[in-house]
């Protein structure tokens, strides 16, 4: 903690361990939006490189907690389920995450928060698709652009969470699944990013101790998770999703 109060300060360790618990509590109730809480907030008052590396650690702890709740073996079923999507998912974001340092991402934040803001207000405004079932084809564009602009910015949850979402994946099964994806998403992710430099001696420290108040976040919100049913669930996920797709917008709006 004192290495960490030397080199970013006490007012900027309080906001950012604030926003990590903040994020923690509301993947606890929906699954998702850690990544984009902690890269928004993070980077408003740091570099975006930091802010990215801060995040890695907690969302890969946090995620494991998510997959495994239900066991190891309902884990697995869920893995082998889904496993064209985190396929071709890990593969874009290996790639993309070389990208970080090259490409403008403000161009991908427009293009994923556009179709994910139309969806869920959509959806939030009464429509309904009449039947969509899973297919192979869409399963792997939907982990392709989740990957991709995963590993640009640490952010694959709004197309995953859009996709379990159109296809009405039941509450603990639609959790289980993105933990388990974005758990492995996140391995990848902090894989490729001890590649890519982001990962260093210098940003390490950070994103170690913003894991316990994430921790403590995502315990708060599994209690609030658990005493909701499948409807409240549904509208809580696209509320947030719907956050989610017009703070992409606005980054991307922004440049």
Avoid: C
């Amino acid at each position: 903690m004192e290495l960490l109060l030397s080199s970013y300060g006490a007012s900027t360790i309080l906001a950012a361990v604030s926003i990590a618990f903040v994020a923690g509590a509301i993947k606890g109730v929906v699954g998702f939006a850690m990544p984009t809480i902690m890269i928004s907030g993070l980077a408003s008052f740091m570099s975006p490189e930091l802010a990215l590396a801060g995040l890695i650690l907690p969302t890969l702890v946090t995620n494991g907690m998510q997959a495994l709740r239900q066991g190891i073996a309902a884990a697995w079923g869920s893995i082998k389920k889904f496993r064209v999507f985190l396929s071709v998912g890990l593969v874009m974001l290996l790639l993309s995450a070389q990208l970080v340092r090259i490409l403008p991402t403000h161009w991908l934040f427009l293009g994923i928060g556009l179709p994910i803001t139309v969806f869920t207000a959509s959806q939030l405004f009464g429509w309904r698709p009449a039947s969509i079932i899973r297919n192979v084809r869409a399963e792997a564009a939907v982990g392709a652009l989740a990957g991709f602009v995963g590993g640009m910015s640490g952010v694959w949850g709004p197309p995953t969470v859009a996709y379990l979402t159109a296809i009405e994946t039941p509450k603990k099964e639609h959790l289980r699944i993105q933990g388990a994806i974005y758990g492995l998403g996140a391995t990848a992710l902090f894989l490729a990013h001890l590649q890519s430099g982001v990962i260093r001696a210098e940003t390490l420290p950070l994103s170690v101790g913003l894991v316990v108040p994430a921790v403590l976040g995502i315990w708060v919100g599994f209690q609030v998770q658990d005493r909701i049913n499948q409807e409240l669930f549904r509208k809580v996920t696209l509320w947030v999703l719907l956050l989610a797709g017009l703070n992409l917008l606005r980054r991307g709006l922004a440049g």
